[in-house]
């Protein structure tokens, strides 16, 4: 990534080490390039948010390319960049993002708490941060989508110049997001600010992702590591479901350990069906275990019904065993229409199969639910769990 509108002055560092370079999104590439020229050019930099599914590439990227505009602008003698990270995967409010952005950029020994302080003076002390360190600050939010509603911080930051909080430092805010609706939901004064360069990343198709893993398999398997067929059918399995790179490099990695844990020289088609059926697998379980309370009851409510055989199970037959479910483990019990809500979640995340019933032109339209997984693993997640009180026929079945 060159930028030749400047000239570099003659003391700049030559021969620095080129990162791994970024396979398949050569336009958002290019589109990333051309919102960061302001950098370069020492002017106020535009903001920019970035956004599509997980494992699509914007982190990858960002850091990509950040990494060469940091390389870029050491060259010259009046452009200062900064460039800041901020995961927000669990902050939920401006206050919070604002309080770890102060402790990202002091040293540990100065951090300052994250509760106790008024939101206003929090913002007064990250002016002053920004501030001390001048020039061109870069702050990037991965997962911006978790601050929710609470986006103050998102029109503070670019404005901070212009509204007299910043004197010397000129602050750019790259918002980077999983969630397609975050953006829209934005405040409408800060979607006209964060948003002055949008760039969609799509999901990665067949051909891009095989491409993605040639590239990686290059460097970390021998010459006949794989056989043929095995990283054109991770492509195509990873594309037909999120379109994730990191789906299909997980499961490349996963036969990888199939293979050789059965001692064998190269990774098959067959060690890829087995390494998707066991990635499956483990993110159902983690989805058992993630859930809320209600949501647990909820499947041990249904897992009950199984164990007796008395599945395929209407709500009406499940919501009873909820509700005492409930009362044994001291939870106030939600309405039966409440608790149908986390049979679909249940249905959503694929470890119950929903089926639409019809009782004709005189009856009405209803769910019945079974699983669509081991009861052995159901049974296994359930009775590791300390929020409900678990049935001892079911601990018994283990």
Known sequence: MDYPRRNPR???????????SITAREEELEAYKTALQPVVNGAQPRNIFLYGKTGVGKTAVSRYLLERLRQDTAQFDDVNLSVY????????????????????????EERISTTGYPQQRVFDILYEELEA??????????????????DEILYELPRARSNGYLDSAKP??????????FRDDLSPKVKDTLCEEAIHFPPYDAPELKAILRQRADGALHEDGAEQGVIPLCAALAAQDTGSARQALKLLYKAGELARAAGESAITEDH??????????SQIEHGMRELTQHGHLSL????????????????????????????????????????????????????LERHSRNEGRAGSQYYEYE???????????????DSVVVPDRVTRQL
């Not at 990270?85 to 540990?108: D, E, F, G, K, M």
């Open 10 to 20: 003659a003391s700049a560092r030559g021969g620095s080490q080129q990162p791994e």
């Open 85 to 108: 990270w901020l995961n927000c995967t669990n902050l939920s409010s401006s206050y919070q993002v604002a309080v770890n952005l102060v402790n990202t950029i002091r040293p540990p």
């Open 133 to 150: 360190i001048g020039g061109t600050i870069l702050l990037v939010f991965d997962e911006i989508d978790h601050i929710g509603s609470d």
């Open 172 to 181: 750019g805010v790259i918002g980077i997001s999983n969630d397609f609706g």
């Open 272 to 281: 890829v069906h087995d390494a998707r059926s066991e990635l499956e697998q």
């Open 300 to 351: 041990v409510a249904a897992l009950q019904l199984a164990l007796d055989e008395d599945t395929p199970a209407r709500v009406r037959e499940i919501y009873p065993r909820y509700r005492t479910l409930a009362e044994q483990s001291s939870i106030d019990p939600l309405v039966r229409r409440r608790m149908h809500d986390h049979l679909a979640d249940l249905a959503m995340l694929g470890i």
């Open 371 to 385: 699983f669509n997984v081991a009861l052995g693993l159901v049974c296994k997640v359930v009775s590791e769990l």
